[in-house]
C-alpha cells in the first residue's frame, strides 16, 4: 500500500501529472499512457537505486538532475549563417555520484547545426 501511495504522491508532484478533463475518450487513454509509463520509469528507477545507493529516492535523483538543461548557442558565422550548438549544462559534482552510482551515463553532446538566412544578433 506505501508503493501505491507514493506512485500517486510521485504522479501528481515530481511528474507534474494534473487531473486534465478530455473530451475525447482517445485522449483520454493517451493521457492515462503517459501517466503510466512514468510510473514505470519510476518504479525502474527506484529498483535501479535499490542495488546502487538505497537510501537515494528516484524524488531525490529527479529533483537533483532536473537542473541539467539543453541549451542552443548560437553562434553567427561570417557569411551570414548561424552555427547553432545544442549543448546540456555539465552536471556538478552531487549529479555526478548520483549519475556514478547506477552506472547512468548522460547522453553525447547533440551535434551542431547551420542555420541559413538572416541571422538578428540579441541587442546588448
Not at 510510473?39 to 537505486?49: A, D, E, G, I, P
Not at 538543461?69 to 549544462?89: A, K
Request: with cysteine; net charge neutral.
Amino acid at each position: 500500500m506505501v508503493h501505491v501511495e507514493e506512485a500517486f504522491k510521485t504522479l501528481k508532484s515530481d511528474l507534474d501529472v494534473r487531473p486534465i478533463h478530455h473530451q475525447i475518450e482517445r485522449r483520454l487513454e493517451a493521457h492515462i499512457f503517459v501517466a503510466f509509463l512514468a510510473y514505470c520509469l519510476t518504479v525502474t528507477l527506484r529498483m535501479k537505486l535499490n542495488s546502487a545507493a538505497p537510501g537515494l529516492t528516484p524524488r531525490e535523483v529527479l529533483r537533483s538532475l532536473s537542473v541539467i538543461q539543453l541549451v542552443d548557442v548560437h553562434i553567427p558565422t561570417t557569411d551570414g549563417h548561424e552555427l547553432v550548438m545544442p549543448r546540456y549544462t555539465e552536471p556538478e559534482a552531487q549529479q555526478e555520484m548520483i549519475l556514478d552510482k547506477p552506472a547512468l551515463k548522460l547522453p553525447k553532446q547533440p551535434p551542431p547545426r547551420i542555420r541559413s538566412g538572416e541571422v538578428v544578433l540579441p541587442k546588448a
